[in-house]
């Protein structure tokens, strides 16, 4: 399996939901990584999670959780969302954690905040 | 500093035709240069990256070029096709994890 699961593949919330986002890969990738993708504009990145561990947290606002269950999981948790973080939610994974190395992304999760 | 500066943001190209799109960086400690393509409604993927101890790197149709000492980078697309139409974007690794993405170029290639 070479590739990166994601879902759902869309999600309507209201800004009281707590809903998660689900990643998965079984590429032995020991680095996962949560972006956010508003549109025509680039991923940002919002967490790293090296050997199952946080390892960057770009200042998200705490009403986004992330979590890694194990080494082929990651979950983003989230709660008491606003409606500008309507956006694509992209989860990717990389073979290494200390080499730079080619970056795997889901399909992402299309979420909307009524 | 993280900055990507990339250009241009938009690009049209006639089928057959070459396409360039440049990036300058500010951070002199970056040494990975990946480009990913992003098309309509799908997720980015890697088309082709470069590390800072070589100046070029070729693969069928598409090209990158690096100057270190300039901080810039370049993809090359020759004999450009209908498929090639999408959003690129050049990035910089910042350590080794840490992709900081250019703002992107819709490149649009007309038959």
């Known amino acids: 399996d070479t590739e990166v699961t994601q879902t759902p593949k869309h999600l309507v919330m209201g800004m009281t939901n707590k809903k998660s986002l689900k990643c998965e890969q079984h590429?032995?990738?020991?680095?996962m990584y949560w972006y956010k993708q508003k549109a025509k504009k680039p991923p940002e990145l919002m967490f790293v999670?090296?050997?199952?561990?946080?390892?960057i947290n770009e200042s998200v606002p705490s009403r986004f959780s992330p979590e890694c269950p194990n080494s082929s999981l990651l979950n983003l948790h989230l709660h008491a969302l606003q409606p500008e973080d309507s956006a694509l939610y992209l989860c990717?994974?990389?073979?290494?954690?200390?080499?730079?190395?080619?970056?795997?992304f889901g399909p992402g999760t299309r979420l909307t905040v009524l | 500093g993280e900055n990507v500066e990339q250009h241009p943001s938009t690009l049209s190209v006639q089928e057959g035709d070459s396409a360039v799109i440049k990036c300058t960086y500010s951070?002199?400690?970056?040494?990975?240069f990946p480009w990913y393509k992003q098309e309509l409604g799908k997720r980015p993927q890697l088309i082709i990256d470069?590390?800072?101890?070589?100046g070029e790197k070729k693969d069928q149709r598409i090209a990158v070029t690096l100057n270190k000492t300039a901080k810039h980078f370049s993809l090359h697309i020759t004999e450009t096709q209908p498929e090639d139409s999408a959003v690129y974007f050049c990035?910089?690794?910042?350590?080794?994890?840490?992709?900081?993405f250019g703002q992107g170029t819709r490149l649009t290639i007309n038959p």
């Open positions: 990717a994974s990389s073979q290494w954690t200390s080499v730079p190395s080619e970056q795997f």
């Open positions: 590429m032995g990738h020991r680095a």
């Open positions: 999670y090296s050997y199952e561990k946080l390892s």
């Open positions: 951070d002199s400690a970056s040494n990975y």
């Open positions: 470069i590390r800072s101890n070589v």
């Open positions: 990035d910089n690794l910042q350590g080794a994890q840490k992709l900081v």
